[in-house]
């Protein structure tokens, strides 16, 4: 997204937080003001997220020149990758409720984060940690979520 349409984005939800501010109740504007902090917070878990990633990588530069990198280190690098990832899909969720886009959107954002987190979690396992059955049971679930994902996207064009 560029800086404008960036910028316009925010100008118009706080446009919009001023309008409807009058209208909301107690509890909607704590919740509005909870979730700001929210966002808040998350901005700081991507911001160290981001940090230990580029730490991370040039953990891994270093190794690669002065010894090799092991398979652990990607695992690893991945982990903190998707992580990232997620913290992004969070933002993403807070943006969504405060612009006041539909439940759909924001369910379809939650789905979405589950299925980057199930991700993850298959790169940084260690299969020989877990039974079969396990392994199993989280690829049909992230199977689940992937249809669920698919058919949301679905309903969302009708």
Do not use: C
């Not at 700081?44 to 981001?50: G, M, S």
């Not at 190794?63 to 992580?83: E, N, R, S």
């Amino acid at each position: 997204m560029d800086k404008n349409k960036l910028a316009h984005s925010n100008s118009k939800g706080l446009q919009r937080l001023k309008e409807l501010w009058p209208e909301l109740t107690v509890f909607e504007r704590f919740e509005y003001v909870v979730t700001l902090i929210v966002s808040l917070v998350l901005a700081l878990i991507i911001v160290v997220a981001l940090l230990s990633l580029l730490e991370n990588i040039y953990e891994m530069l270093v190794a690669q020149v002065t010894g090799g990198v092991d398979y652990k280190m990607f695992q690893i690098t991945f982990g903190i990758l998707l992580t990232l990832l997620i913290a992004l899909e969070f933002r993403n969720s807070i943006d969504a409720i405060l612009e006041g886009k539909g439940l759909l959107v924001q369910v379809k954002i939650v789905v979405l984060i589950a299925i980057i987190a199930l991700a993850r979690k298959f790169l940084v396992m260690d299969p020989k940690e877990f039974e079969p059955m396990m392994i199993a049971a989280f690829a049909l679930v992230t199977l689940s979520l992937g249809i669920v994902y698919w058919l949301l996207s679905k309903s969302h064009k009708l």
